[in-house]
């Protein structure tokens, strides 16, 4: 029964036909998440890090998606809507990243919750607001009763983010995709949301998907690390390798690039130049090469030639990048 | 005239030289929203804020949302005209001056904005954004088209830019138009209200270090105010902490990051994670309850007792004052930290 992971993503590809041409968002991306564990995705904006997550859940719009995304063995790519309704909210849920935009305004918080409760369960709709009142509570809301009454208007920012929260935990599911769930909050109030997703995750031992473009954030939560660039997988490392021994020119890059509050006073930041591609006109090769330290240092017609794949450079430790043996 | 009333900020630094921008006991309450009968008692964002700015140096400030940086820094362009206190400019108070006066002033403190495309005109192009405060001043044509010119060689654009519409530039290249333009009079004073909040990790340190490039070249002063403690720590050279309106600590980067006096700084400093999982496993956090209270109600006697580990009963009724704690800085509570 556990023998294959909880959520087991292969060569995940995702193309939005717009008027302007073919946009590849995300080009055939690998991962696992195991109960109990989590997963952070980073990125900057354009690489793929969202819309790989929504193509997990099926919430992706007109979009193409090939590959495969299994959930506890059962394929998600190309499962039939009703089924994929099935499984959204009561196998795999997903938090965002702004809660009122989440929440629907006209209805309850109790109410919310008790209707994604009943549309998996069923029974009574007083039963059903019992349990949003019970999840309210678990997710430390104080006096849930009360709270459940009111609308999302009515909550402050960091209580929102409890509330879709519970609203995602309310199915009690084994997935838990979470899209930069603190990036809107204050850091005092993220470090009360993170510090609750960790509890939960303990306590029910749920596999989480942590999307977020913050490396603080990973390497408070993450077990493992996939760094998106251009639609691709950079690089894929347990957390800890990650931070010590970056391999992907990118990441080193965006680590040296990090103003840090453990930095010596005078710390140079060494930026990347340049910005992140267009999804519409990706440069050739590497995505990353027009910005690589290493290609600018020592241009190599492989960088331009052929999108590099990822290969293993260390025990669970995969680089994108063809001067590997070079870098390391 | 202006160091005469300003014993607190000398006080810490004596030889300190005279300062560029110095702001006394500020204030802003926005009018309340208008209820049956009356108007209810009004919003008070920003509340006795004084502190100096220097020649030449960075001063970060910050804060989580609704700490009333951000109406502070309008407040220090007077693009917001506060309800109490003092801004002077050089000596010379601009909290008073009519619009019209102030406008020969104008071209001496500039402000930059977090959204760089909310913050320049779309029908505009790069050449015509960049030569509005120089027309504004009366500059000639000639004049203008040559400043121009440098100023985007200035900030890393390319003249071939100038003729381009805000739309065809990412927003990192955006925000380096928006301090072109910051800069074409040639200001002593910045304030830059979260100039690189909105860009993405990569383009944040190119617009910080491009910043600290052109304060050494130029000699500008900022005014930082950004919620991110690190990039707040790696550009200032003193820092001052606002919540609910008020400053509750202020003093020299290293002194505050470093050995933090108020209870709020140390939660607000361990509440950052690190990008580092083993420092991360290990270090001390402090997690804070609740959420910032709104200004609209704000608690009694030190606005952060609700949230404070080390609240005793005289921080329910008495609101702490801004005291030396040790040269150069400054804390608001009853009981700072050794």
Known sequence: MTSHPLLDVHDL???????????????GVDFTVERGRTLGIVGESGSGKSVTSLAVMGLHRGATVTGSAKLDGTELVGAPDDDLRKLRGRRMAMVFQDALTALHPYFTVGDQIAEAYRAHFGGTRRAALARAVDVLGDVGIPEPARRADEHPHQFSGGMRQRAMIALALSCEPDLVIADEPTTALDVTVQAQVLELLMRLQQERGLGIVMITHDLGVIARVADDVLVMYGGSAAEQAPADTLFTTPRHPYTRGLLDS??????????????????????????????FHPRCAVYAAKPDARCTGERPLLRTVADGHRSACVHDEVTA | MTTETAPLADAADPGAPAALLSV?????????????LRRRPGIRAVDGVTFDVRPG????????????KSTTGRMLVRLLDPTAG?????????????????RPLRSRFQMIFQDPFASLNPRQTVQQIIAAPLRAQGEGKQRIRAEVRDLVRLVGLAPEHLERYPHQFSGGQAQRIGIARALATRPELVVADEPVSALDVSIQAQIVGLMERLQAELGVAYVFIAHDLAVVKHISHRVAVMYLGRIVEIGDKQQVYD??????????????????????????????LGDPPSPANPPSGCTFHPRCPKAQDVCRTEAPLLTLTAPGRQAACHFPEA
């Open chain 1, 13 to 27: 590809a995702v193309e939005f036909t717009t008027e302007e041409g073919t946009v590849r968002a995300v080009k």
């Open chain 1, 258 to 287: 990090l103003p840090r509050l453990d930095a010596e006073d005078g710390a140079e930041l060494r930026s990347i130049p340049g910005s992140p591609p267009s999804l519409l006109a990706p440069p050739a090769g590497c995505a």
């Open chain 2, 24 to 36: 006394r006991d500020l204030g802003m309450t926005f009018p309340g929203p208008r209820g049956t």
């Open chain 2, 57 to 68: 140096e960075t001063l970060g400030l910050v804060g989580e949302s609704g700490c009333g």
């Open chain 2, 86 to 102: 003092r801004v002077s400019f050089r000596g010379q108070d601009i909290t008073t001056t009519p619009q019209h006066r102030l």
């Open chain 2, 259 to 288: 050995h933090p006096a108020h209870p709020y700084t140390k939660a607000l400093l361990s509440a950052v994670p690190l990008p580092d999982p083993a420092a991360e496993r290990t270090r001390e956090r402090i997690v804070l």
